[in-house]
């Protein structure tokens, strides 16, 4: 018999990490078929991932994707076991959107891409492959040009969320801000709470919690005035990450609807067209700061130890690794027991 007996939430994996990071000046994209051969293959005492999370950008998907395309998305999921999680509308500039910051035909750019993610989004829960999960963005536009007029660039950046809340609203779903350090007004701790407090939407806007990402809150990168820990931060000051880790999470924790395990070494990253951010890790890299399972637990149960239940499935994020790292089917299973790991120690069953 299993010794694994939670079977929520469930155990997703993520299909952009073929395409953020790869094209032109990176290394070639990794097509979605071979994305989801890996994630179906990989196993860890007869456990398996559930599903996937999708970037709504080719090669994978279509934004515009037709109703029959959809329909064979929802078919390569189905013929592999997988299921559909939290898809990524493609927000940003260079992929057709525009900031959440910029002018009025900046913030239409921005809001049509939602509207096209939040359509897709629909329309795969009604074609029965996506039982849960969000529509992810962010504020689309930098931190120097927020830092140039911060206050001003946060109401308009406040302006065009409510605005894709009634989009998502108008299509039965949630909308997850990512916290990440090259995202203006969710570059830190301090900015990102600020913003979902005045959205003000919670039942529609909530937050995705990445581990990698959010462990660089606590640097204060691009935010120093922020910082919880110094940027020389001991590591092995156990006691004094435990304070800083606590601060953080019971700030976002009641925001976050959608979770990514991750591990970080303390560092960032860019690749392609990406802008520095935190840098992912595998679980076992020596040089990872995060003790998965029990940082897990600080966004997945409340200040006294119960569980939230916020989110109905977690995803790992293997952002802008390697290819040839990709590409072993080892690695995979690594990532799939760490996420057990998690499930074990704060997942509950129904």
Known sequence: MSTHVNNFPKLHNAAWPGVVGKGPGAEPPIDL??????????EVDGVKFDGF?????????????????????????????LV???????????????????????QQKFLTQVLKGCRIARE???LGIRPHGAVR??????????????????????????????IAEDHGERLAAEGEICWGGMHSLKSMVQLLETVDRPQTLGFQADMAHTLLYLLGYNAPEDALLPQDFDWR??????QAYQTMTDAL?????????????????????????GRHCLPEDPNGKLDIVKRAGYWMRDA??????????????????????????????????????VRDAHGWTE
Do not use: Y
């Not at 924790?253 to 951010?277: C, E, L, M, Y």
């Open 304 to 341: 006294g130890g119960q569980l939230t239940k916020s989110f109905r499935h977690v995803c790992w994020d293997g952002c802008m690794f390697p290819n040839d790292v990709m590409m072993m089917p080892e690695t995979w299973n690594q990532i799939l027991a760490s996420m057990l790991a």
């Open 253 to 277: 924790r009641p925001w976050t609807i959608d979770f990514h395990v991750a591990q970080n070494d303390a560092t960032v990253k860019g690749s392609g067209s990406h802008d520095k951010t």
């Open 53 to 81: 999370d999708l970037f709504l950008f080719l090669p994978h998907v279509d934004i515009d994707a037709s109703e029959d395309e959809l329909q064979q998305l929802a078919d390569k999921a189905s013929s592999r076991g």
């Open 237 to 242: 000051d156990e006691a004094a990450l435990d």
């Open 137 to 166: 963005i962010d504020s689309a536009c930098g931190v120097a040009d927020w830092l140039a007029n911060p206050q001003e660039g946060s109401r308009r950046i406040a302006d065009t969320l409510r605005k894709a809340c009634d």
């Open 33 to 42: 078929d071979t994305m989801l051969d890996l994630t179906a293959a990989a």
């Open 124 to 126: 795969l829960r009604e």
């Open 84 to 106: 559909i999680g939290t898809v990524v509308a493609p927000v940003w500039p260079p992929t057709g959107g525009g900031s959440a910051m910029g002018d009025a035909a900046e």
